[in-house]
């Protein structure tokens, strides 16, 4: 079946990690779809990674869609317009955006404390991993409202407030999970739905690097730790995001911050290789953790649920003051 046969997809960061694998997955479900990133054959990433767009191109091809390489740097907008200009000339529709872009940015991803952290490229983190998520998503609600229609997907981190990392890695993940639900506010009215993504344990390319295994033998790192039984190849958010695609109904989830593993329960799909991991219903091992991080974690879920149930309450007295 070919649910998005006739759709135009973007994906924003199609280049590796998530974005890699909901372009393939886009793709098998029969999209076009355009994949855009900064590294291209004979320039490489600045992340020090081999991977290209073109090489996901080639994956969405295999897969059964059609697909369109475009070196784009969504950090700068004039690049970014361009980008939208040449998928209403050619296509005259754009039905679904995702946007995947800095996922995976190492300089976001150093651990630390606030009062630790290095500020010294802050600015181009914060550009690279919000802003431009921000200026994209502008310029594709203005096609889509003009069609009525369409699908705006924030690829974000954990399916709660919490995200692991920095304080900029964590301030970014968090946006990103408002910036859906903002937008879902906005866009209600032009049929147009906005939602916030997380994979599980993704076994993304730089996370096989880190565990000294290839997707072929990944259950090796396990050895190491055991949580990674449980992880997910980046194919499997993705088809998350096409399962939302082809839903008729996705309105109805605009807004709301939603997890592979639970729309897999739902939508019933299994990842490439027939497995259907589930990073919700895993018994986590935190035993290779430093307990100060644990009970670090522990005083944060705490005051999460104190901050969440305020918020609740405020929100149902502002709501009930609407007339």
Known sequence: MRPLEGRVALVAGATRGAGRGVARALGEAGATVYCTGRSVRGNPSPYGRPETIEETAALVNDAGGVAIAVRVDHTGESEVQALFERIDRDHHRLDILVDSVAGEDPRAHRWGSFWTMDLTEGDAILRAGLLSHIVTAKHAAT?????????????TESDILLAGGNPLSQSIKLA?????????MELRGY?????AITPGFLRSESMLARFGVTESN??????????FLESESPFFVGRAVAALAADPNVIERS???CSSWEL??????????GRRPDWGALAIDFSLLPR??????????QLHVKWLERILTRTKQFAAKLP
């Open 218 to 227: 990944w259950r090796d790192a396990g050895k190491k730790d055991r949580n």
């Open 191 to 195: 049929g147009v739905a906005a939602i």
């Open 264 to 273: 897999a329960r739902e939508y019933g799909f299994n990842d490439y290789d």
């Open 255 to 257: 807004g709301q911050l």
């Open 292 to 301: 100060p991080l644990v009970e670090m974690f522990r005083t944060g879920m």
């Open 176 to 184: 990103l999970k408002g910036l859906a639900l903002n937008m879902a």
């Open 143 to 155: 096609l889509m409202m003009r069609a009525r229609r369409g699908l705006i997907v924030e690829m």
